[in-house]
């Protein structure tokens, strides 16, 4: 009997020592699974539309600007606006004194006289050189005429001058005949009509340069006539808008008026800036310059006032730049409350690739392993499944997938550099 106690005693002793030691080391064997896996994030493929942008830095302008002049000098009366003023189309800006330009009104008026008085003589002249190379013309008619006559006579007298003499010697024709016959022959009296005739042509060319001359002179005198309607015209423009209007709405953006001081016809005296619309220009590469269409709606930040403002497409260069062989374009922005000044700097993003209905996950969730695009897509039991990806589209946050994913697929997305095939994973979501 106290053999048997004493083993049991033996026995019981082993066991308060034993089942701690066994309980320790399951309780080991748990934490070594536990350590084993690793927790990951792990996202839904998602059917979405994506969408991909450049950016392009460019500057802000006015939409229109309008400089104005005085159509001639003279002083100015009042001036009504300031630099920054908004003024609408019609509204007087200006006024100008209209004491000189009065006189200038007569003077020109004068001038006018004085020019059509000019065209009148020159048209007179006209006539007159007319007249003359009529009369020129008759004279050589008649001189043509009378050498053509003697001529005819010459030849003959030359030709039977022989024939006079033998008659003479038989006493049918009288000395008389024969002696005239003898002054018909002479060279002299031919020359004398060829010079007769050569004055007369002369006479007829100098006639015909008075006409060529008569015509320049109504030609000039007819400028003449048209500088002097023009400079009434403008004179009496001037007097009719001594009060100088707005031709368009917009800011008064220069002003270079003093009252009582003459203003130059020469020179700016305001300038007005359509403000209401903005155009922003920036230049695109000729692999960027197919993606844009005229019309297409644009984001662009102005970053004076931290604000992103919807812009249209406006211009397209056909042909770049020769220095920069860049593509020029204009964007238009509605610039309502004036926020945008002309000067500032502009961020203009435009889409380069637009997607729809493309299966997309989280970029982080690619990994490239030799070469190939991969993701791991979670398929329970703390596995996940290394699979080769085709990539589309990515616009810096999700990535499309054109092969190797479906729609609904759990894929890791955060920790996968961490894992592999065999990797034991605990996958917390991040989409729920």
């Known amino acids: 009997m106290k053999k048997i106690i004493g083993v049991l005693i ?9 089942v701690p030691r066994v309980t320790e080391l399951l309780n080991n064997e748990s934490i070594k699974e536990e350590v084993a896996k690793i927790t990951v994030s792990g ?31 003279a002083e ?46 020159a048209n007179v002249g006209i006539k007159n050189a007319n007249a003359g190379i009529k009369s020129a013309q008759l004279g050589v008619d008649m001189a043509k005429s009378n050498y053509e006559m003697n001529l005819n006579s010459y030849n003959f007298s030359v030709d039977n001058l022989a024939k006079y003499e033998e ?87 220069a002003q270079n008026l003093t009252e009582n001081v003459m203003a130059s016809n020469a020179s700016v005296a305001m300038m007005i800036d359509e403000l209401r619309l903005i155009k922003v220009s920036a230049n695109v590469t000729a692999n960027q310059v197919g993606s844009i269409i005229i019309g297409d709606k644009v984001d662009v930040y102005i970053s004076a006032n931290n604000v992103t403002y919807v812009g249209v497409v406006e211009t397209i260069n056909l042909t770049a730049d020769t220095r920069t062989m860049l593509y020029p374009i204009t964007i238009i922005v509605e610039n309502k409350n004036i926020e945008i000044k002309p000067g500032m700097f502009a961020t ?38 290394k699979t080769e990806v085709t990539i589309g589209v990515e616009d810096g946050y999700r990535t499309q997938i054109l092969s190797g994913v479906n729609e609904g697929d759990i894929i890791i997305t955060n920790g996968v550099g961490l894992i592999d095939e065999d990797t034991m994973i605990e996958v917390v979501r991040g989409d729920e």
């Not at 830095?57 to 002049?69: A, D």
């Not at 004194?97 to 000019?118: D, F, K």
């Open 10 to 18: 033996v026995l019981a002793i082993l066991a308060v020592i034993a």
């Open 43 to 73: 996202e839904e493929a998602k059917v979405e539309s994506i969408i991909t942008h450049y950016e392009l830095i460019g500057n802000t302008f006015s939409n229109k600007t309008v400089p104005l002049m005085p159509s001639i000098p």
């Open 76 to 121: 100015v009366l009042s001036i009504n606006v300031k630099v920054g003023d908004y003024v609408n189309e019609g509204d007087i800006l200006f006024t100008l004194s209209g004491e000189n330009i009065e006189g200038q009104v007569t003077q020109a008026e004068l001038g006018v006289e004085q020019a059509t008085a000019a065209l009148n003589q």
């Open 167 to 253: 008659l003479y010697k038989e006493g049918i024709v009288s000395e008389m005949e024969v002696e005239q016959m003898r002054l018909q022959t002479n060279p002299e009296t031919l020359e004398l009509l060829e010079k007769q005739l050569e004055q007369a042509e002369q006479g007829l060319s100098q006639a015909q340069l008075g006409v060529e001359q008569a015509n320049s002179g109504y030609a000039q005198a007819n400028v003449g006539v048209k500088q002097a309607n023009e400079g009434l015209e403008t004179a009496t423009e001037a007097i009719e808008n001594l009060e100088v209007t707005a031709p368009v709405s917009g800011y008064i953006t």
């Open 348 to 385: 203009v993003k435009i889409v380069e690739d637009a997607v729809k209905d493309a299966i997309v996950v989280p970029t982080q969730a690619v990994v490239i392993r030799d070469g190939i695009s991969i993701v791991f897509i979670y398929e329970g039991n703390n596995k996940a499944i």
